[in-house]
């Protein structure tokens, strides 16, 4: 209570309601909504209101989006190519934005997410 809502938080707990087959308390379209709002102009999503994308949230948001049945809310092709604007693709790997150094986290939460939306490879 009082705190800020975040989306790894979400995930934890809509996979623990999942797991436990207690989806049904949670309001589907409420939430849904809420990790909508994480979607940014560029495709990105972020983890809270008024931050940047992140690709590491291409997971955390999207597997909460699947889990509850409204991944169809969001614009997939739009979020798969901000996964691959974030790729360094000289050296290998994907970072958190466009431009920024890569490394293993954000290269794995990005294969993740690329993954959820069934890209090819």
């Known amino acids: 209570p009082g705190g800020e809502s975040h989306a790894g938080q ?3 707990c809509v996979g623990a309601l999942a797991i ?3 989806l049904s308390h949670v ?10 709002e994480r979607e940014v102009k560029t495709g990105g999503l972020n983890g809270r209101p008024e931050k940047l994308a992140d690709v590491c949230y291409s997971w955390w948001v ?3 989006l699947i889990m509850i049945d409204r991944v169809h809310w969001i614009d997939k ?5 901000f996964i691959l604007d974030c790729q360094d ?3 290998g790997g994907i970072s958190d934005r466009p431009d920024d150094a890569v490394d293993v986290f954000h290269t794995y939460f990005g294969i993740a997410g ?3 939306l069934e890209y090819p490879g």
């Open 10 to 12: 979400i995930f934890c």
């Open 20 to 22: 436990t087959g207690a």
């Open 114 to 116: 690329l993954s959820l």
């Open 77 to 81: 092709e739009k979020l798969k190519n």
């Open 89 to 91: 693709k000289e050296n």
């Open 27 to 36: 309001d589907r379209d409420l939430l849904g909504w809420w990790l909508c």
């Open 62 to 64: 999207l597997s909460s």
